[in-house]
């Protein structure tokens, strides 16, 4: 087995992340290749595959964003605060601009340690989510069938880079999101499907979620879910602009803009290195690539 590129491991708050570097010759990662190796069972394991390339559009760096399901998508939270320590650690920098098919960031690193991303601005048009029909009121969207069908009120939805819904609920864990979130994920009115999270408004500067996530499942963790359900808190008067939003995987600190602007921040962590085969599929953990083979 000739394991070919190297990779790191990360984690915001748990939401895990491979990262591979094609900022000097293309990774060859495929979404086969991916789905190969999202599995936690017999593969590396992780939610998101992060490409790092070099961004045509003059940002310090492209982030390309696969899930697990080898789907690419617009935005990952999560993965830009790993980036962005990762590439500050590299090159002594404090800021960083991420350009990626949800937008353009930027990641700074606060004076007390903690990486902060510019996540840009929530849209909460029906267009902008997208919705497969009008909706006149998106902050109380019914006609999710399944949502329905388990008692919950009309959602909640804003594009933050990808798209969410959000339901109100008093209490998340008396949900079984893991049967309910595919089918809202895979609902008809989401013609690009969607991230669902269900939200408890603990009080105006915290809300405690659990995240089904678009192409990855149940994670600990969900930035841009963090990122989306702040936005909708404040613009619906359910919180202030400064919330903390909880996760299974712990907290993320969310600012909201008088322009939908939003910053979060919150920590990360490498896990392991290794290197990996992107067409087989196979890799090594905390190996360098096996020698070429001798003669
Ligand atoms: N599952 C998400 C992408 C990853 C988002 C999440 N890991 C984050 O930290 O924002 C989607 O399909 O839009």
């Known amino acids: 087995m000739t394991a070919s590129i190297p990779f790191v491991k990360m984690n915001g708050l748990g939401n895990d992340i491979l990262v591979v570097d094609g900022r000097t010759v293309p990774t060859g990662l495929t979404a086969d290749a991916i789905r190969r190796l999202s599995p936690r069972a017999g593969g590396i394991g992780?939610?998101?595959?992060?490409?790092?390339?070099?961004?045509?559009?003059?940002?310090?760096?492209?982030?390309?964003?696969?899930?697990?399901?080898?789907?690419?998508?617009?935005?990952c939270g999560n993965a830009a605060r790993c980036i962005?320590?990762?590439?500050?650690?590299?090159?002594?920098?404090?800021?960083?601009?991420?350009?990626?098919?949800?937008?353009?960031?930027?990641?700074?690193?606060?004076?007390?340690?903690?990486?902060?991303?510019?996540?840009?601005?929530?849209?909460f048009g029906w267009q902008d989510i997208p919705l497969a029909r009008p909706v006149d009121d998106t902050m109380a969207v019914g006609g999710v069938a399944a949502a329905e069908a388990a008692g919950l009120g009309p959602g909640s939805v804003a594009n933050v880079g990808n798209p969410h819904i959000v339901y109100w609920v008093e209490d998340p864990d008396a949900i079984d999101l893991a049967r309910l979130g595919p089918e809202i994920e895979h609902d008809a009115l989401f013609p690009n499907r969607?991230?669902?999270?269900?939200?408890?408004?603990?009080?105006?500067?915290?809300?405690?979620?659990?995240?089904?996530?678009?192409?990855?499942?149940?994670?600990?963790?969900?930035?841009?879910?963090?990122?989306?359900?702040?936005?909708?808190?404040a613009h619906t008067g359910r919180?202030?602009?400064?919330?903390?939003?909880?996760?299974?995987?712990?907290?993320?600190e969310i600012a909201i803009g008088d322009d939908r602007s939003i910053l979060m921040a919150g920590p990360v962590a490498t896990d392991f290195t290794g290197a990996l085969d992107p067409v087989a599929g196979t890799f090594v953990f905390d190996g360098t690539p096996e020698p070429a083979a001798a003669g």
Request: with cysteine; hydrophobic share 45%; net charge negative.
């Open 46 to 75: 992780f939610d998101q595959v992060v490409t790092l390339e070099p961004d045509p559009a003059g940002a310090d760096v492209f982030m390309r964003i696969a899930n697990a399901d080898g789907g690419e998508v617009e935005a």
């Open 194 to 233: 969607i991230n669902a999270t269900l939200a408890h408004v603990v009080d105006r500067a915290r809300i405690d979620v659990r995240v089904w996530e678009r192409g990855a499942g149940l994670t600990r963790a969900c930035g841009t879910a963090a990122c989306a359900t702040a936005a909708l808190a």
């Open 239 to 252: 919180t202030g602009r400064q919330v903390t939003i909880g996760l299974p995987g712990g907290d993320l």
């Open 84 to 123: 962005a320590d990762r590439l500050f650690a590299e090159t002594g920098a404090a800021s960083l601009s991420i350009n990626t098919l949800g937008g353009r960031l930027s990641a700074r690193r606060r004076d007390d340690g903690i990486v902060a991303v510019d996540m840009g601005h929530a849209r």
